[in-house]
Structure formats: structure tokens, C-alpha cells
């Protein structure tokens, strides 16, 4: 109509690589990447293969690490959604008991144009990427930042994430592991694949499992209890593991019959550089 004004730009969503991209296409989100590095070289971190570079240092024998992103680069995607219009941000980001990320969240927020909400979501991978769809979902319905601040911490409240490796001493070694075996280490412990979850930001061992079937059934019975016949959202996180990520999300889908579409992603080089390459994760995240 003549004279009407234009709707409110909504409220700028933003996150790190560390979340899997469990969020619809058409929801607007912006990805700061963490930095990978191994010898001398540094990359942005992304889904899919890794950087030649890197691939080419880890190949003379170089260890995969990562770092934070700058604060510049939060700075920058802040300054962005002001330009755009934003009335705000809402900034939502893998624990800070795994990353200093947060940190350089915070720093570029102190001085943003314009407000920007941080939020610790004490998760990683594909539960972060399901809490910044929440966060997404209500920003794009044009809520207030608070109400997307809510629907993040909500979701994150809710979440089971439960992780398979094939060894935790990735983990171990770069200090990211609460718990689990010390010097009472048997053989039978190091034959066998840990069972993970995320509690209060960190990661800490359930149990072990000795065969992949058992994994897999155990993953889809973990998820199970934690749905408790709600309906759930739900996401199966992998490393090079595309064929049983989906054989598990197929089981999902029969043992979970309230659960709506399963997301299924890969993982990119700043989880792979602290776990491996034998990654297999469920994330559930029960309505309300």
C-alpha cells in the first residue's frame, strides 16, 4: 500500500563451524569459521575435505589442531547484520568448556553497533547446530531478541547428544575429556569404542561398546529414552561415515516414530581435529 513502510529487518543470527548446518537452507544464519592448523599452515574450517594445504602437512606427519576465530571476525559479521537492518544479534556458540571461542564472541560484542546476546549453547556439532535452528526459526518469525535468546537456551536445555568414537585419546590429549579411564585401563577397555554424551558443556564417557553393531543399536537405544515417545528433532553427525550414518538414522526413524525429519551431516576439520576420524553422533531434542 502507498505510504506503508517496510517490515523490520529480524534479528541477525550468527554461530561457528563447529555447528553442522542442521538448520533449513532458506533460514538465514552466518557461520564464522574456526581456524584449523597443522605445521605452519592455517585454514578456515569448512564441511567437506580437508584443505590441501593441511591434507598436505598431515601427510609429512604434521598434527591437525585449532584455534578461535579472531575477534575481528566476529566483528565484521557483526557490523554486517547492522548494516543490514538488524535491530540485533543473537551470537550462539559451542561450549566454553571445549573452546575460547566464546570468549572472542564476547570481545567483538562489547563493541558491536548495535546489541548482540551471547550465548553459551554447552554443546557442539550437531546439537549446536540444532540450538542455532531454534534461534534461526524464531528470529525469522520475527521475535524480539530476547524471545530468540529463550528459544536457543530452551533447546539447548533439552538436548541428549550422545557420541560414538573409535578411540578417546584425541580427546584426552587435548583436554576435552571429563572422566572416564585413567590408570585402570584393561585391554578389553582398548579394544572396545567409548560411548560419549555431553554434560554441563563437556564431554564425559558413558560406557564402552566392543562391536559397531553395538554402537549403533546403543546409539538408537540412548536417543530412544532420551525422546521418551515425544516428538523430537534429530540429528546424526558423522566423519567419513556417510553409510552408517544413515543406517542409523534409519533406526532412528523405527524406534522413534514421533521424530520429524532426521538431519544427517558431516562433521568438518575442528571436530575432526580432537576426535578422529571414527565419529558417529545423535543429537535428540524433545518438544515441549
Known amino acids: 500500500m ?23 537452507a532458506g533460514l538465514p544464519v552466518v557461520v564464522v569459521p574456526l581456524r584449523v592448523l597443522a605445521g605452519g599452515v592455517v585454514a578456515d574450517d569448512a564441511a567437506g575435505p580437508l584443505p590441501a594445504p593441511i591434507a598436505a602437512e598431515l601427510a609429512r606427519g604434521e598434527r591437525l589442531n585449532t584455534a578461535r576465530p579472531a575477534p575481528e571476525r566476529f566483528a565484521a559479521a557483526y557490523a554486517a547484520a547492522a548494516a543490514a537492518g538488524a535491530p540485533a544479534v543473537v551470537s550462539v556458540h559451542l561450549s566454553a568448556e571445549l573452546s575460547g571461542t566464546l570468549g572472542s564472541a564476547r570481545l567483538a560484542a562489547a563493541r558491536a553497533p548495535i546489541p548482540v546476546h551471547v550465548v553459551d549453547s554447552a554443546t557442539i556439532g550437531a546439537g549446536l547446530g540444532l540450538v542455532v535452528a531454534a534461534a534461526a526459526r524464531a528470529a525469522a518469525a520475527g521475535q524480539p531478541a530476547g524471545q530468540v535468546v529463550q528459544g536457543a537456551a530452551d ?27 585413567g590408570r585402570g585401563t584393561t585391554v578389553a577397555m582398548l579394544r572396545s569404542r567409548p560411548l560419549l554424551t555431553i554434560s554441563g558443556g563437556r564431554v564425559v564417557i558413558l560406557e564402552r561398546v566392543r562391536t559397531l553393531a ?9 536417543a530412544s529414552v532420551h525422546a521418551a515417545g515425544r516428538r523430537s528433532e534429530l540429528a546424526v553427525q558423522h566423519i567419513a561415515d556417510p553409510s552408517g550414518a544413515e543406517a542409523v538414522s534409519r533406526a532412528l526413524a523405527a524406534a522413534i516414530p514421533a521424530a520429524g525429519p532426521i538431519t544427517v551431516t558431516e562433521a568438518g576439520a575442528a571436530i575432526l581435529a580432537h576426535t578422529g576420524p571414527g565419529l558417529l553422533a545423535v543429537v535428540v531434542a524433545p518438544e515441549d
Open 214 to 222: 553395538a554402537v549403533h543399536d546403543r546409539l538408537v537405544q540412548l
Open 155 to 181: 533447546r539447548a536445555a533439552r538436548l541428549g547428544s550422545f557420541i560414538a568414537l573409535d578411540s578417546h585419546e584425541q580427546l584426552r590429549a587435548g583436554g576435552r575429556l571429563s572422566g572416564g579411564t
Open 2 to 24: 502507498p505510504g506503508s513502510r517496510p517490515a523490520p529487518a529480524p534479528v541477525a543470527v550468527v554461530t561457528d563451524s563447529s555447528a553442522a548446518a542442521t538448520w533449513p
